[in-house]
T-cell receptor, first 118, second 113 residues
C-alpha cells in the first residue's frame, strides 16, 4: 500500500523556539494532506487541511499563525509550530488520502511525530 | 461534531467476539475504521460507503446503517494482535473536502490469552 513518512519521529525543543515537521507521500501524489494532533489516550483531532498550491484550511480553534502549514509540492507538506510552549507538546500525525471508488478515500497515516516542549 | 463510540473499553479472551459501535448526529457519506497501537499511527481496517460499498480487512467485518448514521465493527475469533484502540472516522455527506474525517473518541480493546 501507499506510504507516508514523517520527520522527525521525535523532537524536544525549548519553549519559544519553532519546530518544523515534514510529511511526505513516498509513492503517490497527494494534493491534499491532513494534520492531526493527538493527546495521550485521546482521539485524533483534525487541525488543518493542507492543500497543494493554496492556503491551508484550519479547523475552528486552531491558530493559523501558530501552526504554519505549507504544501510545497505534491509529495510534501510541512507543519511548523512557532514559538512553541509546553502545552503544544503532543503527538502530531499527518495523513494523505488515497483514492478508492467515487469520492471516499482511504487515509494513509504517517508514523507520527512526538513533540515535547520543555 | 465528534461521532460517539461505544463501548469505551472491551476486555476479551482470545477467540471471543466483540462489537464496537459508532454513531453520528450528521448525515454521513462514509465511515472509516482504524486501529491504533500505543505510540504508533492508526492502521486502516475498513471503509463503508453510503450505498453499500465497502473495502476492508479479510477477518474484520462492519456494517453501516445510513438512515441511522450508525456503523458497527465486528471482531470475531479475536487474536492477541487485535489489541489496541479502535477509532471510527466519519465523512459528512455534505462535506466539500474529500477525505476529511472526524474521529470518534476511541474504543480500547484488550485481548488476553
Amino acid at each position: 500500500g501507499a506510504v507516508v513518512s514523517q520527520h522527525p519521529s521525535r523532537v524536544i525543543c525549548k519553549s519559544g523556539t519553532s519546530v518544523k515537521i515534514e510529511c511526505r507521500s513516498l509513492d503517490f501524489q497527494a494534493t491534499t494532506m491532513f494534520w492531526y494532533r493527538q493527546f495521550p489516550k485521546k482521539s485524533l483531532m483534525l487541525m488543518a487541511t493542507s492543500n497543494e498550491g493554496s492556503k491551508a484550511t484550519y479547523e475552528q480553534g486552531v491558530e493559523k499563525d501558530k501552526f504554519l502549514i505549507n504544501h510545497a509540492s505534491l509529495t510534501l507538506s510541512t507543519l511548523t509550530v512557532t514559538s512553541a510552549h509546553p502545552e503544544d507538546s503532543s503527538f502530531y500525525i499527518c495523513s494523505a488520502p488515497g483514492q478508492w471508488l467515487k469520492r471516499s478515500y482511504e487515509q494513509y497515516f504517517g508514523p507520527g511525530t512526538r513533540l515535547t516542549v520543555t | 461534531q465528534q461521532p460517539v463510540q461505544s463501548p469505551q473499553a472491551v476486555i476479551l479472551r482470545e477467540g471471543e467476539d466483540a462489537v464496537i459501535n459508532c454513531s453520528s448526529s450528521k448525515a454521513l457519506y462514509s465511515v472509516h475504521w482504524y486501529r491504533q497501537k500505543h505510540g504508533e499511527a492508526p492502521v486502516f481496517l475498513m471503509i463503508l460507503l453510503k450505498g453499500g460499498e465497502q473495502k476492508g480487512h479479510e477477518k474484520i467485518s462492519a456494517s453501516f446503517n445510513e438512515k441511522k448514521q450508525q456503523s458497527s465493527l465486528y471482531l470475531t475469533a479475536s487474536q492477541l494482535s487485535y489489541s489496541g484502540t479502535y477509532f471510527c472516522g466519519t465523512e459528512d455527506a455534505g462535506g466539500t473536502s474529500y477525505g476529511k474525517l472526524t474521529f470518534g473518541q476511541g474504543t480500547i480493546l484488550t485481548v488476553h490469552p
